[in-house]
T-cell receptor, first 112, second 114 residues
Framework: QKEVEQDPGPLSVPEGAIVSLNCTYSNSAFQYFMWYRQYSRKGPELLMYTYSSGNKEDGRFTAQVDKSSKYISLFIRDSQPSDSATYLC????????????FGTGTRLLVSP | DTGVSQNPRHKITKRGQNVTFRCDPI?????LYWYRQTLGQGPEFLTYFQNEAQLEKSRLLSDRFSAERPKGSFSTLEIQRTEQGDSAMYLC????????????FGPGTRLTVT
């Protein structure tokens, strides 16, 4: 069983929809949680970074962490065709040096 | 451009050849990471440098792989006697020291072993 599970999709939504992306994990030591966006044949781009449980909002993006359920989410409001990409969750157990453990990524398609 | 840069962007090589990739991190970042990503998977950690010291290596990094970071600036990743299973995207990331340490990735080097 993988430490981090993520539905590979694809997830297809119309423009303007609210998108919910999720990951579950098994290692209770994880305390730093990140979401990356990756366009085809490009490197991952850091979107959100949260520590421990709670919510964090940045523009159209909201990240939620529920450590009791070992479940993290990324919400995208007013989705745009330019949001079409693969979204990777990543997490780490340690401060400073952070060996990131990634999910497989969810491919999101936003149609005009 | 002040982001992480990687060269070359693409490399096609024949099985058994040696290849070397270069990563230039964001200038003020003292931590540098290498990851490998295969199709349909998330990146997997390979190794980590703090300044010039290589502090951790994954068991994925067989003895055919070697990484260096002379003078704590750019880093190189060499693969000797390449195998078809080495075909992947090799990603470099860097971060600033401290508690947070968000990692910023470069565009990657796509390796194809024929």
């Amino acid at each position: 069983q993988k430490e981090v599970e993520q539905d590979p999709g694809p997830l297809s939504v119309p423009e303007g929809a609210i998108v919910s992306l999720n990951c579950t994990y098994s290692n209770s030591a994880f305390q730093y949680f990140m979401w990356y966006r990756q366009y085809s044949r490009k490197g991952p781009e850091l979107l959100m970074y949260t520590y421990s449980s709670g919510n964090k909002e940045d523009g159209r993006f909201t990240a939620q962490v529920d450590k009791s359920s070992k479940y993290i989410s990324l919400f995208i409001r007013d989705s745009q065709p330019s949001d079409s990409a693969t979204y990777l969750c990543a997490m780490s157990a340690r401060t400073g040096f952070q060996k990131l453990v990634f999910g497989t990524g969810t491919r999101l398609l936003v149609s005009p | 451009d002040t982001g992480v840069s990687q060269n070359p962007r693409h490399k096609i090589t024949k099985r058994g050849q040696n290849v070397t990739f270069r990563c230039d991190p964001i200038s003020e970042h003292n931590r540098l990471y290498w990851y490998r990503q295969t199709l349909g998977q998330g990146p997997e950690f390979l190794t980590y440098f703090q300044n010039e010291a290589q502090l951790e290596k994954s068991r994925l990094l067989s003895d055919r792989f070697s990484a260096e970071r002379p003078k704590g600036s750019f880093s190189t990743l060499e693969i000797q006697r390449t195998e078809q299973g080495d075909s992947a995207m090799y990603l470099c990331a860097s971060s600033f020291g401290g508690v947070a340490g968000e990692q910023y990735f470069g565009p990657g080097t796509r390796l194809t072993v024929t």
